[in-house]
């Protein structure tokens, strides 16, 4: 069975950086072969798609965010790592690692359970 687990601090204080990790169990070829997701959901609001990794290391992300975000991946340990800089409370939300996804529908065939991250001094 496919899971994938998001990790990191749920407190950041504003203007310091966030990490999140993510790994898949279970088979390690989905972490291979397929593109990753990064996607947020702020309080009261909807999804967000943050930035995706695909299968060669190559990075999108979205522009919104695109001058303080970072994507990796470590595909030998099924993991792949979110970095943000110089967080804000507007990025306080639940933070979700997923693969294989339609964003225009987000729709994703593996998503993990998310993590929580609050902004705040």
């Known amino acids: 069975q496919v899971q994938l687990q998001e990790s990191g601090p749920g407190l950041v204080k504003p203007s310091q950086p966030l990490s999140l990790t993510c790994t898949v169990s279970?088979?390690?070829?989905?972490?291979?072969?397929?593109?990753w997701y990064w996607i947020r959901q702020p309080p009261g609001k909807g999804p967000e798609w943050i930035g995706t990794?695909?299968?060669?290391?190559?990075?999108s992300y979205s522009p919104s965010l695109e001058s303080r975000t970072s994507i990796s991946r470590d595909t030998s340990k099924s993991r792949s790592t979110l970095q943000l800089t110089s967080v804000t409370p507007e990025d306080t939300a639940m933070y979700y690692c997923?693969?294989?996804?339609?964003?225009?529908?987000?729709?994703?065939?593996?998503w993990g359970q998310g993590t929580q991250v609050t902004v705040s001094s």
């Open positions: 279970g088979d390690s070829n989905i972490a291979k072969y397929y593109y």
């Open positions: 990794i695909d299968n060669s290391g190559s990075t």
């Open positions: 997923a693969i294989k996804c339609t964003i225009r529908t987000m729709q994703c065939d593996w």
